[in-house]
């Protein structure tokens, strides 16, 4: 996910969500972040080894490209995971919001 996204989306997460849920999402963040850098890191060697810059090329550029593949499937679903829980502590908590009179919304 693009970091420019990323911070959209986590931005949508209300503040009155609990530490416990406020450290989920960290690792989810923590976890599509990772994979993002991952990717540009294999990505930028993959490119690398098909230049020529990296000695002989076969193997290595074929096992880069089998990883970068994985990965970016990997990263799909990574960023799936986020939305879901972006999207499920809103609901949270706005099932859980009040508005000062001590009735739950």
């Known amino acids: 996910m693009h970091p420019h996204r990323l911070r ?9 969500v609990d530490a416990d849920q406020r450290a ?3 690792a989810h963040v923590q976890t599509a972040e990772s994979c993002r850098l991952r990717i540009e890191r294999v990505r930028g060697e993959l490119h690398e080894v098909l230049e020529g810059g990296d000695g002989p090329a076969g ?4 096992d880069l490209a089998c990883e ?3 990965l970016e499937r990997v990263q799909q ?3 799936g995971w986020l939305a879901g829980l972006v999207e499920e502590l809103g609901r949270t908590s706005v099932r859980h919001a009040h508005y000062g009179d001590g009735v739950p919304a």
Do not use: K
């Not at 989306?9 to 503040?15: E, Q």
């Not at 193997?59 to 074929?62: F, K, N, P």
């Open 8 to 16: 959209q989306l986590v931005a949508g997460v209300p503040d009155t």
């Open 24 to 26: 989920r999402l960290l």
């Open 77 to 79: 679903r990574v960023d």
């Open 68 to 70: 970068l593949d994985g």
């Open 59 to 62: 193997d290595r550029a074929l």
